[in-house]
């Protein structure tokens, strides 16, 4: 999950490293690093000889420990004076796996000579054993970390006569596990190496004109160019200025042919928003409505999906839907799991991908294992599509990121159900976790509609329910409309919280100001708000720290209510649906044992307002769709709370956006 990035081209290297890392500062921040190569014939045709010739080139390596800002600091005077001012270079933010976030452990790793400078993102899985042979022929380390074993094997084919791209292929047939790696070397100025083993760490090569580029995602060059290749597992790239050359790491030549993605990079910035995450939260009725437009029709069979492929026969002969996932993004199966059960009429399981992988699971041709991710490169997700796979199940992707891993993946089987909520850039996932919502209920309304499971009038309330989300998306978030949305995130001035002032959330500040010294905070709900209870309680901790736990409103009472007392919050989701009368008795319980109840309403319940300290309103819908609604309070109210304790809320501690190591 750290970023990697790097440039061969034209202009002054180290700058446009630098703000693809900043592109890429989501996947990590606990350190950051450059190398650049100064000096040396570019087009590399003296730079064969030894590293002490006058026209060698030498690799200047910068590294800091903390955010990248850290690195931008330590390097400005050079910059400024000229002293880095290399053609090539590679970069780094690391989210640290092995040894802590030091200096020493930062990227890149060099080898004994500093000839050789690798970054890296994955884990060597075996290379406590490389390190120990390596430590034996002599090469000496300097971090505590996996990925310097990696220089040294480059080091060592060198030294055995090898070309750089030759060693570079032989450490990566070396090293076992999910890895993508770029690395350069003094005697080879001109040329970058890229590469990539194992099913996560995904690796993009860019071509721009004279200029190339290689990163972990996609945001670290869309600013500059839109052509792009994805590396496969397996895949290695030789890159210089000119061009890409292509082969697999058992040295077969092969073609990659450039694609154009279709993002638009403006969408990547803040818009006047304080924080990536709150713009976000706020682009939430511009997410439904792309990943709901087009797909909708108001007749039989009611949905069209244009990238699932799943024949109709096999749609019918399913037994089982099993969603896998991580994160936020397995809070969306869970609440898939009510979707497709009551709207296709399909039993569900629902997986933690990390679980999912290391049990034995039943498939069969007729189990449809859906991924849910938002970037499609968690590898955990990754691994358990590509052992479903095997296994001889189907595989769909419910996929936010174009061309990732997980959609190529899935593209081949029963196909992709894009979110198109757009880059989302905030640790803490909001506005795809609610796209992927949608699209599940698309998936579901499918699943039911070819399988002849729901009847016209169900079919067109869902459907009329579903067109008019992402209007009320935005009446929860004080917009006009969803397209009053879209203006608000380009142009209006910033409020207190950092959102367009037009929208009022001054209930959110008043209750940050009441809550936000909690040590802990339960968040209930039953049924289909029973997920929407985890999601809310994940939000507040990962970005405000406080430590909250999503329950059951019906299992309180087996534990979880001995915890409430004046001091614990209670957030509970009590909107008007069949478990409400419920939900109401819950609240009560936790009342009479001087709990303080926020509630996430149906609008006008004057019932609950008297059982409740806060009510927080939603529009009412069908009751299948309330959880896309009832989930944007939550995220306002831990965006309120981290806000007044002053947390870092689009890069909270020790997470990163996408996690791809196990
Ligand atoms: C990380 C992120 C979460 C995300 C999870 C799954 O933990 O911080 O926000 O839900 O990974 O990521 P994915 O990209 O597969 O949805």
């Known amino acids: ?27 990590g921040y606990d350190s950051a690093g450059v190398a650049i190569v100064i000096g040396g014939d570019d087009d590399g045709h003296r730079s064969h000889g030894s590293p002490t010739d006058e026209h060698a080139a030498k690799i200047v390596v910068r590294r800091a420990p903390g955010k990248l800002r850290r690195l931008s600091d330590l390097v400005a005077a050079d910059v400024a004076a000229g002293r880095l001012d ?95 790696i770029t690395a350069i070397h003094a005697r080879r100025p001109e040329m970058i190496v890229a590469g990539r083993t194992g099913h996560a760490g995904g690796l993009v090569v860019g071509r721009g004109e004279g200029e190339m580029y290689v990163a972990s995602d996609l945001p670290a060059m869309l600013e500059r160019t839109r052509e792009v290749v994805f590396l496969e597992s397996g895949d290695m790239a030789i890159v210089t200025a000119g061009g890409a050359r292509f082969q697999r790491l058992d040295g077969t030549p092969v073609e990659r042919g450039f694609v154009t993605v279709p993002y638009d990079p403006t969408a990547a910035v803040k818009g006047g928003y304080r924080h990536f995450m709150l713009k976000e939260i706020h682009d939430q009725p511009r997410a439904l409505l792309d990943t709901l437009q087009g797909r909708l029709l108001g007749h039989a069979p009611w949905i069209r999906l244009e990238d699932v492929c799943l024949a109709p026969e096999a749609v019918r002969a399913l037994e089982r839907v099993v969603f896998v996932a991580c994160g936020t993004a397995w809070h969306a199966g ?23 992988r290391y049990r034995r699971p039943l498939l069969t041709p007729r189990t449809l294992v859906v991924a849910i991710s938002q970037s499609g490169e968690t590898a955990d997700t990754l691994v358990s599509l590509e052992a479903a796979r095997q296994a001889g199940a189907q595989v769909l992707g419910v996929v936010n990121v174009v061309g990732s891993q997980a959609a190529r993946l899935t593209a081949e089987s029963a196909g992709v159900l894009y979110t198109r909520a757009g880059p989302e850039i905030g640790v803490a996932s909001t506005k795809a976790f609610t796209a992927q919502l949608a699209a599940l209920a698309l998936l579901a309304l499918h699943l039911g509609s070819v399988r002849g499971a729901l009847d016209a009038p169900a079919a067109l309330a869902l459907v009329a329910a579903l067109e008019a989300l992402p209007d009320q998306a935005a009446a929860v978030l004080g917009h006009d409309g969803a397209a009053g949305a879209a203006v608000a995130a380009s142009a209006s001035p910033v409020g207190p919280l950092g959102q367009p002032a037009s929208a009022t959330h001054d209930e959110y500040e008043s209750l940050a100001s009441r809550y936000h010294r909690a040590k802990d905070v339960l968040y209930i709900g039953r049924g289909i708000q029973y997920p929407i209870a985890l999601e809310g309680a994940l939000k507040l901790k990962e970005i405000s720290y406080i430590h909250a736990e999503g329950y059951p409103a019906g299992e309180m009472k087996h534990g979880p209510i001995a915890l409430i007392d004046r001091d614990v919050p209670v957030v509970a989701i009590a909107v008007r649906d069949r478990v409400y009368e419920k939900m109401l008795a819950n609240m009560q319980e936790a009342r009479a044992r001087e709990g303080q109840v926020i509630a996430i309403g149906s609008r006008g319940d004057t019932a609950l307002a008297a059982k409740a300290s806060a009510v927080l309103e939603v529009p009412e ?42």
Request: glycine fraction near 8%; charged fraction near 20%.
């Open 1 to 27: 999950m750290c970023g990697i990035m790097a440039y061969a081209g034209r202009e002054a290297a180290l700058p446009v490293v630098l703000d693809g890392l900043q592109r890429l500062e989501y996947r």
């Open 86 to 180: 290399g053609r090539v270079a590679i970069g780094h933010t690391r989210w640290a796996t092995h040894g802590p976030p030091t200096e020493a452990n930062a990227h890149p790793h060099a080898d004994c000579r500093g000839e050789t400078v690798v970054t890296h993102n994955g884990i060597v899985e075996n290379y406590e054993v490389l390190r120990v042979q390596l430590i034996a022929e002599g090469h000496c380390f300097t971090s505590e970390t996996d990925s310097e074993v990696i220089a040294h094997l480059i080091e060592r084919y060198v030294a055995g006569g090898a070309d750089f791209p030759e060693a570079a292929r032989r450490a990566l047939g070396e090293i076992r596990g999910a890895n993508a």
């Open 334 to 356: 869970l609440v898939g799991k009510f979707l497709v059960e009551e709207i296709a009429g399909i039993p569900v399981e629902v997986d933690y991908a990390s679980e999912f």
């Open 621 to 662: 819908t069908h009751p299948l769709l309330a959880p896309v609604l009832t989930t944007i309070p939550l995220q306002l109210l831990a965006y309120a709370i981290a806000v007044r304790r002053g947390c870092d809320v689009d890069q909270p501690r020790n997470l990163a956006k996408s996690v791809t190591v196990e």
